[in-house]
């Protein structure tokens, strides 16, 4: 009995080939509108849809296979006689392999079209097929990846079929698709929806496979999202090797602590947390600020500016061990400085951070929140004493930096320079002794959260602190206010907490 193979596919690369090989292993070609017109354009003898099941298409190309002769070619099961047997009485020819990939919405939600143009490039019959073809994987052979053409041809080519575990890997892609198409369309019509949704759904599609995750007994991949043109989606890789899993999660934080500033600003960043950031005059300014911080901890870390890069900025870099420089451009010659590092990733960034949900996995489930992006509710001066114009700048910047910062986070500031910075403990006063410790002539304190007592003050007074910006909202926030009033020091309440764990 001859087989017969429904062709229907948007992106057309290779189709050709592959129609070809199985014309010549005595496949019947049915095809759909624009793809019989090129298999017919390219000496590829195939039969229209609307011949096979008598009904012309209709409403502008919505409806073409969605028709039970199709369907039932597919669906019927091979080894239920009732099914064949139906098919007999009503003269249905089976469908043995379906080929069919996507309108690409994923590609044009992107792009500057209209809602109602976006709808349009919704897919309906190709699903449709696509689904019925997987769940009746064991008698119809589907393809929606045209990387799978090759794949089955050596297969048919070495043993005149298609084995078992091949079909239900395929059928297993169509549905690993369809979730994420989906979830995209999901995501798409509900944007506008303030609530979080009754079911998650995230449409993600696979950027590379990693050599290991935090470890190297760990496995891991980069998926990118198909619905934002991210900073880290939309990324170019200029110099040096693969990016890793660490890289992309250091590099991900460096570019954020970057952009958070208006002005030129550098983030140097080792194991998730700043320990270097600075505003300058320019890229070179900001970038000698950063590493300045902290000399001993830059070492093999990540930079990230949010202002080209020049030469200047560029030899100052090579004179020590980065794993990655990122920047939104460099200049010719900076390039060209840091390609003699031939290991160093040096990274251009398209776009600044957009994203505005975060995903946390715990075993068993997912967290979901808003991106922490309100940095301050209402500055409110709370002790006597006033900080100066210069020191609520250094407050400001403090809190920008101590976002980023794992709790209990503490960060120390003078002329816009992160100077010491202390994160990851599991009480304040700890991470205040942590900060203190590193960061000489700091007249500025930022906390995320609030102090619960008045110990971090009294450590501040000893270094020298002249003014303190907290969230505020303890119990004993009286007490941190009646020391700072005893030791001269300012202290702003901002009404916004910024925990990170």
Known sequence: MMKRVLISVYDKEGIIDFASFLQGRGYEIISTGGTYKYLKDNEIKAIEVNELTDFPEMLDGRVKTLH???HAGILARRDDLAHMDTLKERNIGTIDMVIVNLYPFFEKYKEDLTFEEKVEFIDIGGP?????AAKNFNDVVVVTDKNDYEVLINEMLESNEVKYNTRKNLAGKVFNLMSSYDAAVAKFLMEDEDNYPEYLSVSYKKAMDLRYGENPHQKAAYYVSNMTQGAMNSLEVLNGKELSYNNLKDLD??????????EPACCALKHNTPCGVAVGEDAYDSYKKAYECDTVSIFGGIVALNR???????????????????????????????????????????????????????????????????????????????P??????????????VKYVKSNAIVLVKDKKAVGIGGGQVNRIWAAQEALERGE????????????FNDVVEAAGEHNITAIIQPGGSMRDEDSIKKCDELGISMVFTGVRHFKH
Do not use: H, Y
Not at 253 to 262: D, G, M, P, Q
Not at 441 to 452: E, H, L
């Open 308 to 386: 080209t890069v020049n030469k200047a900025t560029a030899e100052e870099m090579i004179k020590i061990f980065l794993e990655v420089v990122a920047a939104p451009d460099f200049d010719e010659e900076a390039l060209n400085i840091l390609r003699s590092k031939k290991n160093l990733r040096v990274i251009k960034c398209n776009a600044k951070p957009k994203d505005k949900d975060s995903f946390v996995t715990i075993d068993g489930g997912v967290l979901v929140q808003q991106e922490d992006s309100v940095l301050t509710e209402d500055i409110k001066v709370v002790t006597l004493k006033k």
């Open 388 to 401: 100066s114009e210069k020191e609520l700048q250094d407050m400001l910047f403090g809190m920008k930096v």
């Open 128 to 132: 449709t097929m696509l689904r019925a």
């Open 441 to 452: 002539g700091a007249c500025v304190m930022a906390s995320d959260a609030f102090f619960p």
């Open 253 to 262: 934080i460096a570019w954020k602590v970057a952009c958070e500033f208006e």
């Open 68 to 70: 039970p002769i199709i």
